[in-house]
């Protein structure tokens, strides 16, 4: 039977983890030197994320596929690319740069992947 799961965590939540996106945990143990695989060798979905609370770390999956996340999880999550697949939309675009570092600093390149959208 699907439940629901809240998951805390001890750092600050990624700023593009939304409501929509699916969760997604593999058990692993972290090893000095490198990341390593522990008796999952899947990754294994969660559900959909429901509810998202950046002061307590927390992210809670409705509908949970799963009853509880065992071991020590690395927990990812991925976009819902119908959402999250477009380019700038409109007539113009204004963008802004700004440099908070306290050491001088080189822009490279800037690309723009633009199309006439009307006419």
Do not use: R
């Not at 998202?52 to 020590?72: E, F, K, R, Y």
């Not at 976009?79 to 600093?105: P, Q, R």
């Amino acid at each position: 039977m699907p439940a629901t799961i809240t998951l805390t965590f001890a750092n600050t939540l990624n700023t593009s983890v939304q409501i929509g996106d699916t969760a997604y945990y593999i058990d692993s143990q972290i090893a000095s030197g490198g990341f390593n695989t522990g008796l999952h060798t899947d990754i294994v979905e969660i559900g959909v994320i429901t509810a998202i609370n950046q002061g307590t770390n927390t992210i809670t999956v409705g509908n949970a596929l799963i009853g509880s996340v065992p071991g020590t999880p690395f927990i990812l999550f991925s976009k819902d690319n119908k959402a999250n697949l477009s380019s700038i939309l409109g007539y113009y675009a204004e963008v802004k740069f700004k440099n908070t570092s306290t050491t001088t600093s080189e822009l490279f390149s800037v690309g723009v992947d633009t199309f006439e959208s009307s006419k």
